[in-house]
């Protein structure tokens, strides 16, 4: 993902201004998906409009200009969405922690593993909510912009939660020197 793809998206939904635009990255984006600050957006607004891909469509005080997306800009963002997608360097350094957990003593990595499924149960349960306040995530336009990533978040929340109680209950087996009981009942 790029930050371009971030403020056409945004841009899309509803014109707005670099400030607006800020505050944007400061809640929900920032927080679960990609975070800029105003000392990117504002240079990156200048690319697109010098791209053709946004225009300014209203000038306020004090300099302040608000911002839309053209024709040009919405079809870069679809095209980009509608990518599939290449990843040429994978850096994800949650899943190396899982590569690696091993290189922990068991009751470490069963210490870690607490932590990620109260991590993802909280996360999860902070979603639910959003969801339950916001309605349907089929909604268009501002009121469900971010719904539809929010049910994908909680889900992945709820997955990593399974899977950390599950590598919970695989270590405790082990240490109790019962893998086989553990084993079968993890098949049935």
Do not use: C
């Not at 927080?31 to 504002?42: E, V």
């Not at 109680?165 to 993890?186: C, F, K, N, V």
């Amino acid at each position: 993902m790029s930050l371009s793809h971030a403020l056409l998206g945004l841009l899309i939904v509803e014109p707005r201004s670099g400030y607006e635009l800020t505050k944007a990255f400061e809640a929900d984006i920032g927080r679960y998906a990609w975070q800029a600050g105003h000392t990117s957006i504002y240079p990156e607004l200048g690319k697109l409009a010098e791209a053709g891909l946004i225009e300014v469509t209203h000038e306020g005080a004090r300099g302040s200009r608000t911002y839309a997306a053209t024709d040009a800009g919405r079809d870069e963002l679809r095209t980009w969405l509608l990518r599939r997608p290449q990843q040429s360097k994978v850096r994800n350094e949650d899943v190396l922690r899982m590569f690696l957990i091993s290189a922990l003593e068991p009751a470490d990595a069963i210490t870690m593993l607490r932590g990620i499924a109260q991590h993802t149960a909280a996360g999860a349960a902070e979603l639910r909510q959003i969801r339950e306040l916001n309605g349907p995530a089929t909604q268009r336009g501002p009121a469900g912009f971010g719904l539809l990533a929010a049910e994908f978040g909680l889900r992945q929340f709820d997955a990593i939660h399974g899977w950390a109680q599950w590598a919970i209950e695989q270590l405790e087996a082990t240490a109790d020197g019962s893998q086989d009981g553990a084993a079968a009942r993890s098949v049935g």
